[in-house]
């Protein structure tokens, strides 16, 4: 009986090992720009309303490869065959035949041998999700934001007399490697056409002569990450230790310390709402926009409470791209019929990995099916904008259409691109208040749009900085270019006091314990009683 446990074990702990390699290896390769801290975030702060489709594409991926290495380990612990495999060979003069098959060496020392084989699975799993680079800088404490965060808070932010409103279009993993070359992209063709068309039309600001964007920092390369910097000026970041860290979770606040577009918004008065097609409570979403402006969550949840679909209709990460521009139209019929001026996020999730949710009514333009993915993407873009300007609020709004982080399918774009293009995230401000004084040639990521997005309304803003972003549209130079994007990066990957004490609070409960969840109940009443 102990002897049977004993292979289950080792055949257990072999499987194991096998994912952990497996996994590994895809996660480094694929995902090569990603780092260790997102996953931790997402382990720790919602993994909930993850799409199937993903989690299928990516057991799909790796499951073949995961049971033939499993398969190969075994036969190295296999003891007894009825009929050995031998090799005749001549030692010393004398012929002896010499066991080939099973290997003595490992089947003999069956626990040893799979032992190493576990340890070596741990180290490529530790090197693989560059857990060592995590723990590397945890290890160090940084006073970056003691010296460089600026807390709105604290600071005149000055709104025009008459206040704009203000739509923000945040399209999943959208970058500029997907324009044309001619225009600042990496593709020899641009499959993008409408959003390079905008972004030349219209302001664009760039790291060099053509159409370029923004660099992602350390905590701002995954949705979450990305809607936190472009909004707060600061990465999201997962402190090493679960202590001080109330922040994403606690008793259903979210970075409740820091101060943001949604906080300078309502205290001003704004409707505030974002829409997203996928359940908001993935990464913590509806809690960091009900814990900052208590924005209205038109998600999944959503949709389905009110009528909108049933969950028989859900798709991809919820409901796809078609409908969630089909009813931002209303939603943004309906925030312009109000007395007060708006602020309405809309987060597409068409384009997110792996290989994206090609519409039925998309056009297969590209073999490659990410390429039709974005191309649609574009194109809807694109449409609603158009759509936005025969309205009669156009004039006193002001549109942002930007990316989230780069696209995270490695893979894809080194096939396309030249090793030495540099990638960046797309961003154009369509119907801007003012004009900038310069927007070539700039250093900058993407927390530095918080400040801008601001400015693009008319708001003026004290010192131009909020957060550990600059206002592009100043003549201040932002954090990067001032002290190297390496500098910085680093800086945010150390663990700070500051970040954990002053901006999470110090109150650390896990969300799968306070997880904040909205019944169809409590999505009705807050509905009627438009207490969003």
Known sequence: MKKKIGIIVILFVLFLSSVMIVGSI????????????????????????????VVKEVIQHNILAVIILFFILVTFIIR???EPKYINLKIKGEKKNVQIYPIKITSNNRIIFTTVIFVLALITTVYGFKINTFVKYNLQKTNFYEKYYVDGSNVEIKFPHQKRNLIIISVESLENSLCSKENGGGWNYSVIPELEQLATENINFSHN?????????YGTGFTSGGLVAYTAGIPLITPATLKNSNSYVGSGKYLENAYTLGDILKK???NLEIMMGSDGNFGGRTQYFI???????????????TGKMTENEKVWWGFEDDRLFKWAKEETIELASKEKPFNLIIHTADTHFVDGYLSTLAENKYENKYENVHAYASKLTNDFVNWLREQDFYENTTIVILGDHLGMQSEFYAEHIDEKY??????????????????????FTTMDMYPTILASMGVQIEGERLGLGTNLFSGEKTLVEELGYDYVDKE?????DFYNNALLGDDYKLIKDVQMTRTKEDIDAEYVNNTY
């Open 209 to 217: 002569e053509k159409i370029g964007g923004y660099t992602i920092t």
């Open 492 to 496: 945010l990957r150390k663990k700070s």
């Open 268 to 270: 001003e008065g704004y």
């Open 80 to 82: 007894n065959l009825k």
């Open 291 to 305: 814990t900052n402006g208590e924005y209205k969550i038109f998600d999944l949840n959503y949709a389905i409470a």
């Open 26 to 53: 895809y996660y480094s390769k694929q995902y090569a720009d990603q780092e260790f801290d997102q996953i931790l975030y997402y382990i720790l702060h919602g993994v909930q309303g993850t799409s199937s489709s």
């Open 422 to 443: 540099e990638r960046t995230v797309y961003n154009a401000i369509i119907n801007s208040a003012i004009e900038p004084e310069n927007t070539t040639n700039r250093k």
